[in-house]
């Protein structure tokens, strides 16, 4: 028989080991190249601010930092993989919020049947995007008066998403449903493939962030027609939200979060968001995030955990109101 002296001496050192773990993983952290899955394909905003973060990020942890592209259902595909990684702060998900939208629109077990709010924990939002609705020049319509008054005399007039599931795709659907309008949701694999269908004109409009979407607006081969927010954007103030025009209820949110595999070390995630805070806060990088259409937010994992729990409750429940489902 173990004498108890010794069983309360070996559960203190079992105590003291469990806690030095993480301390020594936040210690060698990281050993090796950091990698920022982004769930969509390269070209939208997601990729590009991922991108202008990873650049700064590889000097201050002294591994280099890349990209890697795993487009796939709503996000989930590229959720899927990061959350099957180790839990050592060495791969993370940098997505927008439709990880947290798409299952509620997607197939039960889409994405491997990953759930994003237990397999995987919060790091940081490191920014938000104005949602707006843009038209292509080929349309005939500057308004949104004008362009609902076109889809009312040509019912079925298709409109472009980034994808099921998306903020984007949820706006579209508010906008018939508050309209009165008959439009065909037209999905694609991120905001770059859906501002590629938008200008070759193979869809006439599109929802989107202005991420990715301002240089094509400012050169004039986009339209905004409205913004899908409560108020307007410093960086479209000309362009009036849809309730100004008088369509009421389209307000989406966009956000971007970087998550970790959950059983990360808490220190190796406050290691990521003190470095992630700190490359937000430099200047070429707020003007490079500002200059495509990105809101910096930056802030504590806390954050992003009350994005994510306020958008499964709201876009759940949209998604039965709406009957929105994959198409």
């Not at 050993?31 to 769930?39: A, F, G, N």
Request: net charge positive; glycine share 12%; aromatic share 4%.
């Amino acid at each position: 028989m173990t004498h108890p002296t010794r069983r309360i001496t070996l559960g203190l050192l079992g105590t003291l080991l469990a806690m030095a773990l993480p301390l020594a993983a936040a210690q060698t952290f990281p050993s090796k190249t950091v990698t920022l899955v982004v769930p969509f394909p390269p070209g939208g905003g997601p990729d590009l601010a991922a991108r202008v973060l990873a650049e700064k990020l590889a000097p201050k942890l002294g591994q280099p930092v890349v990209v890697e592209n795993r487009p796939g259902a709503g996000a989930l595909l590229g959720a899927s993989a990061v959350a099957r990684s180790a839990a050592d702060g060495h791969t993370l998900l940098f997505t927008p919020n439709t990880v947290v939208i798409s299952p509620h629109v997607l197939a039960p077990g889409a994405g491997g049947g990953v759930d994003v709010h237990k397999d995987l924990v919060p790091v940081i939002s490191p920014a938000t995007t104005p949602m707006v609705l843009v038209a292509n020049p080929q349309l005939g319509a500057t308004t949104l008066k004008g362009a609902l008054d076109l889809a009312r005399k040509s019912p079925g007039v298709p409109y472009g998403s980034p994808g099921n599931g998306s903020p984007m795709h949820f706006a579209g659907e508010m906008l018939k449903r508050s309209a009165g309008v008959d439009l065909m949701h037209v999905p694609y694999r991120g905001v770059g493939p859906s501002i590629t269908a938008a200008l070759s004109g193979e869809v006439k409009l599109l929802f989107t962030g202005l991420g990715g979407a301002v240089p094509h607006i400012k050169a004039g081969k986009l339209i905004p027609l409205a913004l899908t927010e409560k108020a307007r954007s410093p960086l479209l103030p000309d362009v009036p939200t849809a309730t100004e025009q008088g369509v009421a209820g389209v307000e989406v949110n966009a956000w971007y979060g970087v998550l970790a595999p959950t059983g990360t070390p808490a220190p190796v995630i406050a290691r990521l968001n003190k470095e992630f805070n700190d490359a937000l806060n430099l200047p070429d990088v707020r003007e490079r995030l500002a200059g495509a259409g990105l809101d910096v937010l930056g802030g504590t994992p806390q954050v992003l955990a009350d994005f994510m729990k306020a958008d499964n409750e709201r876009y759940g429940k949209l998604a039965k109101e709406l009957n929105i489902k994959a198409d």
